[in-house]
């Protein structure tokens, strides 16, 4: 709604709007906070839980989960770095670092759905038991995150390349930066409580 | 699957409902076309993002739900009042209890209020609109698309039985299957988007777009009660959003989180329902408490007595209200100390609520009361909820709660704090705010035979039902025994009381369209607060110019010192942004989606959802900026809306 325009402070913050963007981003990831802790909380009540299906020891791979971390914490820092050149006012380097971003999101995610197919094939499935399902939605609630910040991303890459960089797409980058690194965050909680504990339970 | 397995068939009462919709749907259709109003249909409302015609359309939709929770609840009063009757049949009675509960609250209480706040929030604090105008019209049609799913389920494919609880393993998909639970799911969870868009919405907005000098503790209590409503709806709503979710897996796609079989766990569902369920009986009662303070302070004539000791109650308040779940289900059997925590924590509620009660007595205290409507609502709220309030901290008490559990006396309770507390809000709030909405009062005298009927049938209704609790009449029963005859009796007397109250307010705004008399100042009650300071009716962008906010009833502060909100030195020009009718589009498309997945038809879902992604996309390409009202315009406008243009 409102105008105001301020000339100091980087790109993003520039008008009234865009501050009010950013400040109701923040909150949304308040939401995304409440959910993701619903879902950490179900998976630690229903942990155990495995009737008939295999113990998540049996079936956890800590390489290939440490790939996949280092691939997502790799694609949160390369995100910081785009930020970073947007607010040098190179479009050519935001651009080649958010498709190095996309490329590592990417890459977490064939890993991600690789790993679903194994525990398929091994016979842990959503349906096999409790503890499978919540594996199952905690896990996939994130990689369906990071396959929904993917796509923004791309959308986000094609305006760039059509406006450059204003107002308006600093803004948008800076906001799905934000999103990027808060799915990091909650990887990290992913990577611990659900794999290296599960490891060892 | 057959078509008569998909519109519901045997009911008579049903049939009727059908018949109904139909004659009313081509009523409206006829009504359009004849007058060619279609086109203003678009323009005008379906695709506004002004917050005061967003409010109104969620007022308009939560009466109609208020009509069929209504119509619910006269049909199970009926059934209720003389033992053993057949009006309804188990099945019938089943769903008409769960979708009384589930409309009244999700889809009357919560949009009422929303609307309320949509239109009065952003006036109170001297705001043109709402931080996300857009993200504001696609929260409205998120919750006009959740409440027509969830309607519509009583003609087609049948309406969930399982209570507004919708507690596993009933409602799993062993012993309820079928889309009967499925529309409950996916209504709520379409409706929740919005919601929890509108907490976000509003929270942005109320804390960076208040008028110079409005700092936080200047701000009307209305304000801080819908700021603080909002930091519940984003805390609690995720829980329901999961919840939902995964009950809904549960049931289309086999997983086993609340399942019997699986090692899944049916009374997590209970814990995630009511964590996020008693937050939200704050989000339906502290904007209410918002409201009668509002209306309070206008009706006596004075400043609201004890302003920061109302706003830290309205905040510890809204923190208890995340440390009480378990008083729920007490019964369950978590265990005497589990139980004893919870019963402490619930119990320290009544402080807060009790400070507010002297609070709002204090501010009555010597001073000249102004019996209009909404002041008899306010003051009938006070003694009301108070009953309520401590029968309320009666079942708080764990071992005493063995004995009241799911009984006539929890239903007696519930229903006093919450029609008291929000639907006497609503009505306060409706007849307060009525005059800036619309540019006429609600007539007075039908008012006060309206409120006079609804307050004597809710205390005829509902007082008997404590003392039939107390004699053992659990609640969800279809028969009564004759030994509780004459109380339910007097119950179901009082309950057709409040549908002829109801009545009569609905006729309120019909007469009071055709023969009240216009406003021609913006400030209709002697207001204290911004809202009366803009002229009626309010133009677009609100205010054309702010003043400097010193002190909490600014509006008092401007007329003591003869300033307006037109003040033609300080005048600029004034962006709006542009009506859109994408919220619409998406909107329906989800509802297609949801109303799929309802009959687990997932290609069509899989289609709808895609569509519902295509219009994320098309949004994230609108560079629309929206457009101005330049000087000239603004001074035309405010110049014919407060009369100057006649001297």
Redesign the interface.
């Known amino acids: 709604m409102s105008e105001q325009n301020f000339s100091s402070g980087p790109l993003e913050y520039q008008t009234e709007q865009s501050r009010l963007n950013i400040l109701g981003f923040w909150i949304f990831l308040a939401a995304e906070l409440a959910l993701f802790s619903t879902l950490f909380a179900t998976y630690a009540v229903l942990s155990g839980r495995t009737a008939d299906a295999p113990a998540p020891f049996e079936l956890f791979e800590p390489t290939s989960t440490l790939i996949m971390t280092f691939l997502l914490l790799t694609s949160s820092f390369t995100c910081g770095i785009a930020v970073h050149e947007m607010r040098n006012g190179s479009k050519k380097g935001l651009l080649t670092w958010l498709i190095v971003t996309l490329l590592l999101g990417f890459a977490f995610l064939g890993f991600e759905i690789d790993e679903f197919i194994t525990y398929v094939h091994e016979g842990a499935t959503l349906q096999s038991s409790a503890y499978w399902s919540a594996f199952f939605i905690l896990a996939g609630t994130h990689g369906l995150h990071v396959t929904l910040g993917a796509g923004w991303m791309i959308l986000l890459v094609i305006q760039l390349m059509q406006r450059g960089i204003t107002r308006v797409t600093s803004r948008k980058v800076f906001i799905v930066s934000l999103y990027w690194h808060f799915l990091d965050v909650v990887w990290i909680f992913i990577f611990t409580s659900v794999y290296l504990i599960g490891m060892v339970m | 699957m057959k078509l008569d397995e998909f519109f519901v068939t045997g009911e008579p009462l049903i049939y009727g409902g059908m018949v109904a919709i139909v004659l009313v749907t081509s009523a409206i259709i006829f009504l359009l076309t004849y007058f060619k109003k279609w086109k203003w249909l678009w323009r005008e409302w379906l695709t506004t993002v002004d917050h005061k015609k967003i409010g109104i359309m969620y007022i308009l939709s939560a009466l109609a739900m208020l009509f069929r929770g209504g119509m619910d609840a006269l049909m199970m009063r009926t059934q209720l009042a003389v033992p053993d009757l057949n009006f309804l049949s188990a099945q019938h009675y089943d769903e008409i209890f769960t979708t009384h509960g589930t409309v009244m609250i999700i889809f009357m209480a919560m949009p009422f209020l929303i609307g309320l706040m949509n239109i009065v929030v952003p006036l109170q604090i001297g705001?043109?609109?709402?931080?996300?105008?857009f993200v504001n019209a696609l929260s409205f049609w998120s919750f006009f698309f959740g409440a027509l799913l969830f309607n519509v389920s009583f003609v087609i494919g049948g309406s969930p039985d399982a209570g507004w609880t919708s507690y596993t393993p009933l409602s799993g998909a062993a012993l309820s299957p079928g889309p009967g639970q499925n529309f409950y799911l996916m209504g709520l969870q379409l409706a929740g988007i919005g919601t929890?868009a509108t907490?976000?919405?509003l929270?942005?907005t109320i804390?960076?777009?208040r008028a110079p000098g409005m700092k936080m503790f200047k701000m009307p209590i209305f304000t801080w009660s819908s700021l603080i409503t909002c930091f519940i709806i984003?805390?609690?709503?995720?829980?329901l959003?999961?919840?939902l979710?995964?009950l809904t897996?549960?049931r289309i796609?086999?997983?086993?989180?609340f399942?019997l079989?699986?090692?899944?766990?049916p009374m997590?569902w209970a814990n995630?329902f009511w964590?996020w369920g008693h937050p939200e009986v704050y989000i339906v009662v502290l904007p209410a408490f918002g409201i009668f303070s509002e209306v309070i302070a206008t009706f006596a004539h004075k400043r609201i007595f004890g302003y920061s000791a109302m706003v830290w109650s309205i905040i510890i308040i809204a923190g208890l209200s995340f440390l009480v779940w378990v008083h729920h289900f007490f019964t369950m059997g978590a265990g005497a100390f589990v139980n004893s925590v919870f019963s402490v924590s619930t119990m320290l509620i009544a402080v807060p609520t009790g400070v507010k009660i002297f609070n709002w007595l204090g501010t009555l205290h010597k001073s000249k009361i102004e019996f209009s409507t909404a002041m008899l609502w306010a003051l009938s709220f006070i003694p009301s909820f108070v009953i309520g309030g401590v029968t309320g901290v009666m079942l708080g008490m764990a071992a005493a709660d063995y004995q009241f559990h799911n009984s006539y006396f929890l239903v007696a309770h519930f229903h006093y704090v919450l029609i008291a507390g929000t639907v006497f809000a609503c009505f306060a709030g409706l007849t307060y705010w009525y005059p800036k909405m619309f540019g006429h009062k609600l007539n007075e005298r039908l008012g006060k035979w309206s409120f006079w009927l609804f307050l004597i049938g809710f205390h005829v209704c509902f007082l008997p039902q404590y003392f039939i609790g107390l004699d053992g009449m659990p609640r969800r029963i279809f028969h009564i025994g004759p030994e509780w005859f004459t109380l339910n009796f007097l119950s179901t007397i009082g309950a057709f009381g409040m549908g002829i109250g109801f009545a009569i307010f609905v006729y309120n705004i019909y007469y009071s369209f055709r023969y009240s008399k216009r406003e021609t100042t913006g400030d209709a009650w002697g207001g204290r607060t911004l809202e009366w300071a803009t002229p009626t009716p309010v133009p677009p962008y609100n205010f054309a110019t702010l003043p400097e906010v010193n002190n909490i009833d600014a509006f008092m502060e401007m007329k003591e010192k003869g300033e307006t909100t037109f003040d033609e030195k300080k005048l600029q020009p004034i962006?709006?942004?542009s009506n859109s009718g994408k919220p619409f589009i998406m909107m329906a498309i989800l509802f297609f989606a949801s109303f799929a997945l309802v009959f687990e038809w997932i290609t069509l879902a899989a289609i709808g959802l895609a569509g519902g992604l295509i219009m994320m996309?098309i949004r994230?390409?609108d560079?629309d900026e929206g457009y101005h009202f330049s000087v000239n315009e603004i001074k035309q406008i405010e110049q014919s809306r407060r009369g100057l243009d006649h001297e």
């Open positions: 705001a043109r609109d709402f931080a996300f105008p929890l907490g976000i919405n929270m942005v804390l960076k777009m984003i805390f609690a709503f995720p829980i959003t999961v919840a979710a995964l897996i549960d796609f086999g997983s086993q989180f399942t079989t699986g090692e899944g766990l997590m995630l964590m962006h709006m942004p996309i994230s390409f560079y």
